[in-house]
Nanobody, 123 residues
Framework: VQLQASGGGLVQAGGSLRLSCAAS???????MGWFRQAPGKEREFVASINWSGGRTWYTDSVKGRFTISRDNGKNTVYLQMNSLKPEDTAVYYC??????????????????WGQGTLVTVSS
């Protein structure tokens, strides 16, 4: 499956952005995740959602500010980011894992990756 991430941009601290990840085919049997990589740092997990949308996971630093959701009818996953901080600046990647369960998956379990979209938060 091919993934196309979009929605990044430049925003002031405290602002909001919504990232979208469109898949080339039906996503209902995939777990989906968002990861990010800041300049000079390793890529890190941000949020993920199971195949049905019934379970979500977040890294501690974004809990209460970011919301992951999915629309399997549109083959799209979203990341709503509110109260953005300068430390959220990174390239954000969406990823898909061929997994029909309801457990959190580590990064190495994701099979497909999008090209990334840059989010820059100014102070």
């Amino acid at each position: 499956v091919q993934l196309q991430a979009s929605g990044g941009g430049l925003v002031q601290a405290g602002g909001s952005l919504r990232l979208s990840c469109a898949a080339s085919r039906q996503t209902s049997s995939y777990a989906m995740g968002w990861f990010r990589q800041a300049p000079g740092k390793e890529r890190e997990f941000v949020a993920s959602i199971n195949w049905s949308g019934g379970r979500t996971w977040y890294t501690d630093s974004v809990k209460g500010r970011f919301t992951i959701s999915r629309d399997n009818g549109k083959n799209t996953v979203y990341l709503q980011m509110n109260s953005l901080k300068p430390e959220d600046t990174a390239v954000y990647y969406c990823a898909a894992a061929t997994y029909f369960g309801s457990s959190w998956l580590p990064e190495e379990e994701y099979d497909y990756w999008g090209q990334g979209t840059l989010v820059t938060v100014s102070s």
